[in-house]
């Protein structure tokens, strides 16, 4: 009979990704396997079975890759689980309108486990202004695309406006305030990466 991976193909997937978040990560900082080794305190033959996954890591041994790396444990192990594909329907999408600003938000693409950018579409309506005193997170990166209408936002007293087309990137450091200065609602995606460790 064929073989049955119902029992064992979570576990092989996972220490699969795991391998390769371990390679990925060593190339990204340009190391070699001698200076992971000298960094981390585990020895170069054991990163190779690890990074071939011929071998499964220990918890003592995969924390000292998390600090050679500069990352807390958890994390290196959320991205590792993570799944790297999700599909989420329109109708799925989770929706809030505040009716008080006239500002309404669709998360489009909502973080995933070990991802660092989220995806909305937000609209707001002739007149809205949201004022920001600080971000959520300190340098939370934005890229803001204007699909229709006007809006005019606020980084730190400067004002810049945007025309259907354009785009606005900017680490959100301080007081911010999107408007919409014009006489339709504005709509927008906007991408918010939360900075690297």
């Known amino acids: 009979m064929g073989e049955n991976f119902s029992d064992v193909s979570e576990e092989d997937h996972f220490e699969r990704q795991l391998a390769e978040?371990?390679?990925a990560l060593r190339m990204a900082a340009g190391w070699s396997l001698d200076e992971l080794a000298t960094r981390s305190g585990v020895s170069r033959?054991?990163?190779?079975?690890?990074?071939?996954?011929?071998?499964?890591?220990?918890?003592?041994?995969l924390?000292?890759?998390?600090?050679a790396h500069g990352l807390p444990l958890s994390r290196l192990l959320a991205e590792a689980e993570a799944l790297p594909v999700r599909l989420l329907r329109a109708c799925d999408q989770p929706r809030w309108h505040d009716q008080h600003s006239g500002?309404?938000?669709?998360?489009?693409?909502?973080?995933?486990?070990g991802f660092a950018t989220?995806?909305?579409e937000a609209v707001l309506a002739p007149g809205a202004e949201l004022?920001?005193?600080?971000?959520?997170?300190?340098?939370?990166?934005?890229?803001?695309?204007?699909?229709?209408?006007?809006?005019?936002?606020?980084l730190q007293g400067?004002?810049?406006?945007?025309?259907?087309?354009?785009?606005?990137?900017?680490?959100c450091q301080g007081r911010s305030i999107f408007a919409n200065p014009g006489?339709?609602?504005?709509?927008?995606l906007l991408a918010m990466t939360v900075p690297t460790l």
């Open 183 to 188: 006489d339709r609602p504005a709509r927008y």
């Open 103 to 113: 500002f309404e938000r669709r998360m489009r693409c909502p973080p995933l486990a």
């Open 158 to 171: 400067q004002p810049f406006v945007l025309a259907p087309g354009d785009s606005l990137s900017f680490r």
């Open 45 to 61: 033959a054991t990163l190779s079975r690890l990074e071939r996954g011929e071998t499964s890591p220990t918890a003592t041994l």
């Open 63 to 67: 924390s000292r890759l998390a600090r």
């Open 131 to 154: 004022v920001y005193d600080e971000p959520p997170v300190a340098r939370l990166e934005h890229h803001l695309c204007l699909l229709d209408g006007q809006v005019r936002l606020t």
């Open 21 to 23: 978040r371990l390679a």
């Open 118 to 120: 989220e995806v909305i």
